[in-house]
């Protein structure tokens, strides 16, 4: 799932800030990525005793990407109408798109990227404020058959296709600094449009591997034209780390229809438990939301922990990265705190 193009950067800027991301001092990097695994245990929780429906119904819209780790949006909407909260569920192929939509009054609320509320921030919108995470997975450079990659070092040289100013490659950048592996040591296709777009340039020869996110990481493998270097896990990257997505809300909907916000997040968390408790169950849940088949599905849930991981410092951390990179005229890393609320999480799960 894609931040994407112009809503953050300008096209042209792409190629300059890709140079100075890497030509830059080392060490910008703050703190270290907890292991996913790690993480899953310390978010494991109870969920709290069902909510009481609300005394009158309350519409709530939010936008979500469809993508495998936000399919439990597509599980709650019956569970909610049970509490007197009318779901609305508009769909949108990009984050950079629904935080848009968030930022100018569309939307209630919206899963956006890990690092979208720095990007507001930068934009000088504080009107949207962090809830929780969605989920984290391991992100593999997809690499062609026949092209022998094992190591970071064994990028060099090759074709690499990004989807420019994407959540993914603002992942994969820094993974890269953090290795020591110079940007301009291969060739970076910038391929623009969906991430089908990606997919159909590996399985062509146009490019060697790429950097995209799923179902596109898996369908490569499960066609079988493509593979997962082992060694090439990208979601390590102590600045940008291994989270997927984003849940907000507006402030207004944080005050005006804050009982119904509550809910959303329960049902939401209920949703997740069952997710994270049964694969089968997950599988299903991707193949219904994202219309692809179960076996692919079914791939995609041996790598994904849905839940919430995502702490400030980790934006905090990209925050004050993308500043250094180029991307943010400022550091906005102070200003978080004040954007992200774990509150209703908290109160879901029973904390």
Request: neutral net charge; glycine residues 8%; proline residues 4%.
């Amino acid at each position: 799932m894609g931040w994407s193009d112009n809503l953050l950067v300008r096209e042209s800027r792409l190629g300059a800030t890709s140079a100075r991301i890497f030509a830059g001092v080392r060490g910008i990097m703050l703190g270290a990525l907890a292991v996913a695994a790690v993480g899953a245990a310390s978010s494991a929780h109870a969920l709290a005793p069902k909510p009481d429906p609300l005394p009158q119904p309350v519409a709530i819209t939010i936008g979500a990407g469809k993508a495998a780790h936000l399919s439990p949006i597509g599980e709650i909407a019956g569970r909610l109408k049970e509490l007197n909260v009318e779901l609305t569920v508009v769909d949108f192929i990009r984050y950079a798109d629904a935080r848009t939509a968030i930022a100018t009054g569309s939307l209630d609320m919206a899963t956006v990227g890990p690092a979208d509320l720095p990007i507001l921030l930068s934009q000088n919108i504080n009107n949207i404020v962090g809830l929780m995470g969605a989920g984290v997975s391991p992100k593999f450079v997809v690499t062609r058959n026949g092209v022998d990659i094992k190591k970071w070092e064994d990028l060099k040289g090759k074709k690499i296709g990004v989807a420019p100013a994407s959540a993914v490659w603002f992942q994969f950048a820094a993974m890269l600094k953090e290795v020591g592996i110079p940007y301009n040591s291969f060739t970076e296709v910038k391929i623009q449009g969906a991430a089908p777009n990606a997919v159909a340039a590996l399985k062509r020869g146009e490019v060697d591997a790429i950097v995209t996110w799923e179902p596109f990481e898996s369908q490569p493998v499960a066609e079988g034209f493509g593979y997962w270097p082992d060694g090439l896990d990208y979601s390590k990257s102590e600045a940008v780390g291994a989270e997927l997505g984003l849940i907000v809300a507006t402030r207004e909907a944080l005050t005006t229809k804050r009982e119904a916000v509550q809910r959303v997040i329960w049902a939401y968390l209920e949703a997740v438990e069952r997710m994270n408790a049964s694969k089968d169950e997950f599988a299903r849940a991707i193949s219904k939301y994202q219309g692809i088949d179960e076996t692919t599905a079914k791939r995609m849930t041996t790598n994904i922990t849905l839940g919430n991981f995502l702490t400030l410092e980790q934006m905090q951390r990209q925050a004050k990265a993308f500043h250094q990179f180029g991307v943010f005229q400022k550091d906005v890393s102070g200003e978080l705190a004040a954007v992200y609320n774990e509150e209703f999480y908290k109160a879901a799960a029973g904390k």
